[in-house]
Protein backbone atom coordinates (compact mmCIF):
# COMPACT_ATOMS: atom_id res chain seq x y z
CA UNK A 1 0.00 0.00 0.00
CA UNK A 2 2.37 2.34 0.93
CA UNK A 3 4.82 1.49 -1.62
CA UNK A 4 2.80 2.05 -4.65
CA UNK A 5 1.73 5.27 -3.22
CA UNK A 6 5.08 6.36 -3.52
CA UNK A 7 5.52 4.83 -6.51
CA UNK A 8 2.29 6.93 -7.36
CA UNK A 9 3.42 9.99 -6.52
CA UNK A 10 6.62 9.30 -8.32
CA UNK A 11 4.81 9.06 -11.66
CA UNK A 12 3.15 11.95 -10.43
CA UNK A 13 5.90 14.22 -10.34
CA UNK A 14 7.71 13.14 -13.00
CA UNK A 15 4.36 13.84 -15.15
CA UNK A 16 4.54 17.72 -13.47
CA UNK A 17 8.04 17.92 -14.42
CA UNK A 18 8.05 16.91 -17.99
CA UNK A 19 4.67 18.91 -18.41
CA UNK A 20 6.10 21.84 -17.08
CA UNK A 21 9.36 21.35 -19.64
CA UNK A 22 6.56 21.84 -22.04
CA UNK A 23 4.45 25.03 -20.72
CA UNK A 24 5.33 28.06 -21.05
CA UNK A 25 1.99 29.88 -20.92
CA UNK A 26 1.19 32.58 -18.03
CA UNK A 27 -0.61 30.24 -15.24
CA UNK A 28 -2.44 30.72 -12.32
CA UNK A 29 1.03 30.78 -10.20
CA UNK A 30 1.73 33.94 -12.39
CA UNK A 31 -1.45 35.28 -12.49
CA UNK A 32 -3.19 35.26 -9.39
CA UNK A 33 -2.91 35.41 -5.48
CA UNK A 34 -4.66 33.28 -2.71
CA UNK A 35 -6.19 35.25 -0.30
CA UNK A 36 -7.70 33.28 2.10
CA UNK A 37 -8.73 29.71 2.98
CA UNK A 38 -6.04 28.56 5.13
CA UNK A 39 -5.11 25.91 2.45
CA UNK A 40 -8.53 25.68 1.06
CA UNK A 41 -7.34 27.16 -2.12
CA UNK A 42 -4.78 25.49 -3.90
CA UNK A 43 -2.72 25.86 -7.84
CA UNK A 44 -2.55 22.55 -9.17
CA UNK A 45 -1.15 20.97 -12.53
CA UNK A 46 1.55 22.69 -12.59
CA UNK A 47 -0.06 26.15 -12.55
CA UNK A 48 -3.01 25.05 -15.23
CA UNK A 49 -5.67 24.39 -12.60
CA UNK A 50 -6.72 26.53 -9.40
CA UNK A 51 -9.11 25.05 -7.19
CA UNK A 52 -11.58 26.82 -4.27
CA UNK A 53 -13.23 24.60 -1.24
CA UNK A 54 -15.33 25.34 1.41
CA UNK A 55 -16.04 23.33 4.62
CA UNK A 56 -17.67 24.18 7.80
CA UNK A 57 -15.20 25.95 9.19
CA UNK A 58 -14.68 28.44 6.14
CA UNK A 59 -14.38 29.12 2.42
CA UNK A 60 -11.49 30.29 0.01
CA UNK A 61 -10.25 33.16 -2.30
CA UNK A 62 -8.24 34.37 -4.83
CA UNK A 63 -7.87 37.28 -6.66
CA UNK A 64 -5.44 38.22 -10.34
CA UNK A 65 -1.87 40.03 -9.25
CA UNK A 66 -2.80 42.71 -12.29
CA UNK A 67 -5.47 45.29 -11.55
CA UNK A 68 -7.28 46.26 -15.05
CA UNK A 69 -8.64 49.42 -16.82
CA UNK A 70 -11.07 47.84 -19.42
CA UNK A 71 -10.32 45.00 -20.54
CA UNK A 72 -11.48 41.10 -21.99
CA UNK A 73 -11.08 38.93 -18.97
CA UNK A 74 -11.81 35.04 -19.55
CA UNK A 75 -12.18 32.14 -17.41
CA UNK A 76 -13.49 28.71 -17.33
CA UNK A 77 -15.05 27.35 -14.27
CA UNK A 78 -16.76 23.89 -13.56
CA UNK A 79 -19.22 24.59 -10.42
CA UNK A 80 -19.63 22.64 -7.63
CA UNK A 81 -21.17 19.91 -8.38
CA UNK A 82 -24.26 17.28 -6.83
CA UNK A 83 -25.59 19.02 -4.24
CA UNK A 84 -24.63 22.27 -3.98
CA UNK A 85 -27.31 23.69 -2.14
CA UNK A 86 -26.11 26.78 0.35
CA UNK A 87 -22.98 27.69 -1.69
CA UNK A 88 -21.90 30.63 -3.48
CA UNK A 89 -19.42 30.97 -6.43
CA UNK A 90 -18.31 34.33 -6.59
CA UNK A 91 -16.46 35.64 -9.86
CA UNK A 92 -16.18 39.36 -9.99
CA UNK A 93 -13.91 42.48 -11.18
CA UNK A 94 -14.13 44.80 -8.08
CA UNK A 95 -11.95 48.35 -7.54
CA UNK A 96 -10.68 49.54 -4.10
CA UNK A 97 -12.12 52.28 -1.99
CA UNK A 98 -15.56 53.12 -0.59
CA UNK A 99 -17.19 54.40 -3.95
CA UNK A 100 -15.92 50.89 -5.90
CA UNK A 101 -16.98 49.64 -9.28
CA UNK A 102 -17.90 45.84 -9.57
CA UNK A 103 -19.01 43.92 -12.09
CA UNK A 104 -20.49 40.73 -10.62
CA UNK A 105 -20.83 37.51 -11.75
CA UNK A 106 -22.08 34.67 -8.85
CA UNK A 107 -23.16 31.10 -8.84
CA UNK A 108 -25.68 30.20 -6.76
CA UNK A 109 -25.48 26.14 -5.86
CA UNK A 110 -28.62 23.98 -5.74
CA UNK A 111 -29.72 20.44 -4.65
CA UNK A 112 -28.24 17.79 -7.42
CA UNK A 113 -30.46 18.20 -10.40
CA UNK A 114 -31.96 21.86 -9.68
CA UNK A 115 -30.71 24.67 -11.44
CA UNK A 116 -28.07 27.23 -10.48
CA UNK A 117 -28.55 30.70 -10.45
CA UNK A 118 -26.36 32.80 -12.63
CA UNK A 119 -26.49 36.11 -10.51
CA UNK A 120 -25.58 38.98 -11.77
CA UNK A 121 -24.89 43.14 -10.82
CA UNK A 122 -22.79 46.05 -12.04
CA UNK A 123 -21.83 48.51 -9.31
CA UNK A 124 -20.81 52.08 -10.38
CA UNK A 125 -19.09 54.31 -7.19
CA UNK A 126 -20.24 52.13 -4.90
CA UNK A 127 -24.14 52.10 -6.00
CA UNK A 128 -25.41 48.28 -7.64
CA UNK A 129 -29.14 47.01 -7.25
CA UNK A 130 -28.60 46.13 -10.92
CA UNK A 131 -28.80 42.26 -10.69
CA UNK A 132 -30.02 40.45 -13.49
CA UNK A 133 -30.74 36.29 -12.92
CA UNK A 134 -30.50 33.59 -15.25
CA UNK A 135 -30.40 29.96 -15.40
CA UNK A 136 -28.06 28.06 -17.62
CA UNK A 137 -28.71 26.34 -20.28
CA UNK A 138 -26.43 23.19 -19.78
CA UNK A 139 -25.19 22.18 -16.71
CA UNK A 140 -22.43 24.34 -15.42
CA UNK A 141 -20.59 21.29 -12.62
CA UNK A 142 -20.56 18.41 -15.62
CA UNK A 143 -17.77 19.88 -16.89
CA UNK A 144 -15.75 23.82 -17.75
CA UNK A 145 -17.36 26.62 -19.37
CA UNK A 146 -16.03 30.05 -20.12
CA UNK A 147 -17.84 32.75 -18.22
CA UNK A 148 -16.47 36.34 -19.71
CA UNK A 149 -16.83 39.81 -18.90
CA UNK A 150 -15.95 42.52 -21.78
CA UNK A 151 -15.02 46.17 -19.95
CA UNK A 152 -14.60 49.03 -22.33
CA UNK A 153 -15.66 53.01 -22.75
CA UNK A 154 -19.04 51.96 -24.12
CA UNK A 155 -20.52 49.01 -22.32
CA UNK A 156 -19.63 45.94 -20.10
CA UNK A 157 -21.28 42.79 -21.84
CA UNK A 158 -21.13 39.52 -19.94
CA UNK A 159 -20.76 36.58 -21.77
CA UNK A 160 -21.14 32.72 -20.98
CA UNK A 161 -19.49 30.34 -23.65
CA UNK A 162 -19.49 33.15 -26.41
CA UNK A 163 -22.89 34.09 -25.79
CA UNK A 164 -24.11 37.42 -24.61
CA UNK A 165 -26.15 37.22 -21.52
CA UNK A 166 -26.54 41.06 -20.53
CA UNK A 167 -25.08 44.51 -21.53
CA UNK A 168 -24.73 47.25 -19.63
CA UNK A 169 -24.04 50.18 -21.72
CA UNK A 170 -22.65 53.83 -20.85
CA UNK A 171 -25.17 56.17 -19.75
CA UNK A 172 -23.97 58.73 -18.60
CA UNK A 173 -25.20 60.97 -21.15
CA UNK A 174 -28.22 60.85 -18.91
CA UNK A 175 -26.67 61.12 -15.86
CA UNK A 176 -25.82 57.22 -14.79
CA UNK A 177 -22.19 56.83 -13.62
CA UNK A 178 -20.26 54.70 -16.06
CA UNK A 179 -17.15 52.59 -14.57
CA UNK A 180 -13.99 54.00 -16.28
CA UNK A 181 -12.11 55.52 -13.93
CA UNK A 182 -11.27 52.94 -10.80
CA UNK A 183 -8.71 50.05 -11.85
CA UNK A 184 -10.26 46.88 -10.84
CA UNK A 185 -9.11 43.16 -10.20
CA UNK A 186 -10.61 39.59 -10.63
CA UNK A 187 -11.79 38.39 -7.46
CA UNK A 188 -13.18 34.68 -6.98
CA UNK A 189 -14.28 32.97 -3.77
CA UNK A 190 -16.30 29.97 -2.55
CA UNK A 191 -18.10 30.43 0.65
CA UNK A 192 -21.80 29.81 2.41
CA UNK A 193 -24.77 31.44 2.01
CA UNK A 194 -27.36 29.22 3.12
CA UNK A 195 -29.25 32.08 4.58
CA UNK A 196 -30.23 33.26 0.81
CA UNK A 197 -28.68 31.62 -1.86
CA UNK A 198 -30.92 28.28 -2.79
CA UNK A 199 -34.50 29.02 -2.68
CA UNK A 200 -34.35 32.19 -1.39
CA UNK A 201 -32.62 30.22 1.81
CA UNK A 202 -35.11 27.64 2.18
CA UNK A 203 -33.01 25.10 0.93
CA UNK A 204 -29.61 24.47 3.85
CA UNK A 205 -26.04 23.40 3.15
CA UNK A 206 -25.59 19.94 3.63
CA UNK A 207 -22.14 19.62 4.98
CA UNK A 208 -21.68 16.03 5.60
CA UNK A 209 -21.17 16.65 1.77
CA UNK A 210 -17.87 19.07 2.60
CA UNK A 211 -15.65 19.67 1.40
CA UNK A 212 -17.08 21.24 -1.69
CA UNK A 213 -15.00 22.36 -4.41
CA UNK A 214 -15.39 24.55 -7.83
CA UNK A 215 -12.49 24.33 -10.42
CA UNK A 216 -11.00 27.43 -12.80
CA UNK A 217 -8.73 27.11 -15.66
CA UNK A 218 -7.32 28.98 -18.94
CA UNK A 219 -7.99 32.99 -17.22
CA UNK A 220 -7.30 34.52 -19.99
CA UNK A 221 -6.65 38.45 -19.33
CA UNK A 222 -6.20 40.35 -22.61
CA UNK A 223 -6.58 43.91 -20.61
CA UNK A 224 -5.12 46.87 -20.44
CA UNK A 225 -3.16 46.75 -17.23
CA UNK A 226 -3.02 49.16 -14.97
CA UNK A 227 -1.64 51.67 -14.00
CA UNK A 228 -2.24 53.02 -18.07
CA UNK A 229 0.71 53.75 -20.71
CA UNK A 230 2.90 51.48 -18.75
CA UNK A 231 1.57 47.93 -20.33
CA UNK A 232 -0.19 46.32 -22.73
CA UNK A 233 -2.67 48.74 -23.33
CA UNK A 234 -1.08 52.25 -23.75
CA UNK A 235 -0.60 52.46 -27.35
CA UNK A 236 -1.91 49.38 -28.63
CA UNK A 237 -5.69 49.85 -27.68
CA UNK A 238 -6.88 50.20 -30.85
CA UNK A 239 -5.74 46.91 -32.22
CA UNK A 240 -7.58 45.12 -29.44
CA UNK A 241 -11.33 44.67 -30.94
CA UNK A 242 -12.81 44.08 -27.67
CA UNK A 243 -12.00 47.70 -27.03
CA UNK A 244 -15.22 48.78 -29.13
CA UNK A 245 -17.10 46.21 -29.14
CA UNK A 246 -20.72 46.36 -29.08
CA UNK A 247 -23.45 43.32 -30.37
CA UNK A 248 -23.67 42.90 -34.25
CA UNK A 249 -27.54 41.65 -35.33
CA UNK A 250 -26.47 38.12 -34.89
CA UNK A 251 -25.45 38.72 -31.35
CA UNK A 252 -28.11 40.83 -30.44
CA UNK A 253 -30.54 37.66 -31.62
CA UNK A 254 -28.17 35.79 -29.09
CA UNK A 255 -29.13 38.48 -26.25
CA UNK A 256 -32.50 37.83 -26.96
CA UNK A 257 -32.63 34.30 -26.93
CA UNK A 258 -30.67 33.92 -23.58
CA UNK A 259 -33.03 36.98 -22.08
CA UNK A 260 -36.52 35.16 -23.48
CA UNK A 261 -35.43 31.52 -22.46
CA UNK A 262 -32.85 31.92 -19.23
CA UNK A 263 -33.62 35.23 -17.77
CA UNK A 264 -35.69 34.97 -14.40
CA UNK A 265 -34.75 37.98 -12.85
CA UNK A 266 -34.67 41.90 -13.90
CA UNK A 267 -34.37 44.96 -11.93
CA UNK A 268 -35.57 46.88 -14.67
CA UNK A 269 -38.88 44.69 -14.56
CA UNK A 270 -39.18 44.97 -11.18
CA UNK A 271 -41.14 48.59 -10.67
CA UNK A 272 -42.16 47.64 -6.83
CA UNK A 273 -38.80 48.03 -5.69
CA UNK A 274 -38.19 51.59 -6.96
CA UNK A 275 -42.13 53.37 -6.02
CA UNK A 276 -39.85 56.40 -7.21
CA UNK A 277 -39.23 54.84 -10.32
CA UNK A 278 -37.12 52.42 -12.32
CA UNK A 279 -33.43 53.39 -12.43
CA UNK A 280 -33.11 55.65 -14.82
CA UNK A 281 -31.01 53.51 -17.27
CA UNK A 282 -33.97 51.05 -17.84
CA UNK A 283 -36.12 53.60 -19.13
CA UNK A 284 -33.60 55.13 -21.86
CA UNK A 285 -33.02 52.94 -24.66
CA UNK A 286 -29.94 51.86 -26.12
C1 LIG B 1 -33.10 25.67 -7.34
O1 LIG B 1 -34.15 24.88 -7.79
C2 LIG B 1 -35.43 25.40 -7.53
C3 LIG B 1 -36.45 24.35 -7.97
O2 LIG B 1 -36.30 24.06 -9.32
C4 LIG B 1 -35.59 26.71 -8.28
O3 LIG B 1 -36.83 27.30 -7.94
C5 LIG B 1 -34.46 27.67 -7.89
O4 LIG B 1 -34.53 28.83 -8.68
C6 LIG B 1 -33.14 26.98 -8.13
N1 LIG B 1 -31.96 27.80 -7.89
C7 LIG B 1 -31.63 28.37 -6.72
C8 LIG B 1 -30.29 28.98 -6.65
O5 LIG B 1 -32.37 28.42 -5.76
C1 LIG C 1 -26.97 15.06 3.65
O1 LIG C 1 -26.21 14.19 2.84
C2 LIG C 1 -26.12 12.88 3.37
C3 LIG C 1 -25.13 12.11 2.49
O2 LIG C 1 -25.58 12.07 1.15
C4 LIG C 1 -27.50 12.24 3.40
O3 LIG C 1 -27.43 10.94 3.93
C5 LIG C 1 -28.42 13.12 4.25
O4 LIG C 1 -29.74 12.63 4.17
C6 LIG C 1 -28.39 14.56 3.76
N1 LIG C 1 -29.13 15.41 4.69
C7 LIG C 1 -30.18 16.10 4.33
C8 LIG C 1 -30.78 16.98 5.38
O5 LIG C 1 -30.61 16.08 3.18
Redesign the pocket.
Known amino acids: MASSTLLLSLLFASLVISSSAAAAAPNFFQTTDITWGDGRAQVLDNGDLLTLSLDKATGSGFQSINEYLFGKIDMQIKLVSGNS?GTVTAYYLRSEGSAWDEIDFEF????SG????VHTNVFSQGKGNREQQF?LWFDPTADFHTYSIIWNPQRIIFYVDGMPIRVFENKESIGVPFLKNQPMRIQSSLWNADNW????GL?KTNWSLAPFTASYRNFNEDACIWPWGQASCGSTVSDKSWYTQDLDFENQGKLKWVQNNFM?YNYCNDAKRFPQGLPPECNDAA
Do not use: E, F, K
Open positions: ALGNLDPYIYATRGVI
